[in-house]
């Protein structure tokens, strides 16, 4: 079996879950459908459609921002080494599941794998920097740096609705 056909019969795999039960929108720890229906994702790849879409709209927003800002208490007063430690089991997580984000965005996106597979290990490489100095930047104290200067600041930055680039939607979404 080549690589190719290799991967593609991963892909089948992993694909197969997507295909039965499509993407949900994930509000508040809930798969929920769109407010606007769905639409069908096409990989560029082979024109095939690979599952359908919770299509959202600005309701959609506005449920998730306020479930959000609701989590946000919960969050904010959970002790720093405690985030910190969900936040590695979020990369460690991307990390096992790295061939599977990979094969799946490139199907979904159409970049080469070799570039995506470095792409979802980017997206662990996000969570960590985020969870690494999280227990200093919780006393408030500045972040050091050889070469940048970094002040922590008590104000939360609000929710918001993003729309990530086509190309490498996995990977901002993860930070």
């Not at 690979?50 to 946000?72: E, L, M, N, P, Y």
């Not at 405690?82 to 984000?101: F, H, N, V």
């Not at 990530?164 to 990977?171: A, D, S």
Request: with cysteine; glycine share 6%; charged share 20%.
């Amino acid at each position: 079996m080549s690589a190719l056909d290799d991967n593609l019969a991963k892909l089948a795999g992993y694909l197969q879950r997507f295909q039965t039960a499509g993407i949900a929108n994930r509000i508040g720890g809930e798969d929920r459908p769109g407010a606007a229906g769905t639409f069908d994702s096409i990989s560029p790849v082979d024109k095939s459609v690979i599952c359908q879409v919770a299509k959202g709209s600005a309701a959609d927003i506005d449920r998730a921002a306020r479930a959000a800002a609701d989590a946000f208490v919960s969050w904010r007063d959970l002790p720093a080494q405690e985030r910190r430690a969900i936040l590695i089991r979020i990369a460690d997580g991307i990390e096992a599941r790295a061939e599977e984000i990979a094969l799946c965005e490139c199907s979904d996106t159409g970049p080469a794998l070799t570039f995506l597979s470095k792409a979802a290990l980017r997206g662990a490489e996000n969570s960590r920097s985020f969870a690494d100095p999280l227990v200093q930047a919780r006393d408030g104290q500045h972040l050091q740096s050889p070469s940048l200067t970094n002040v922590t600041t008590r104000v939360p930055t609000p929710p918001a609705g993003v729309i990530t680039p086509w190309n490498t939607p996995f990977m901002p979404s993860s930070s």
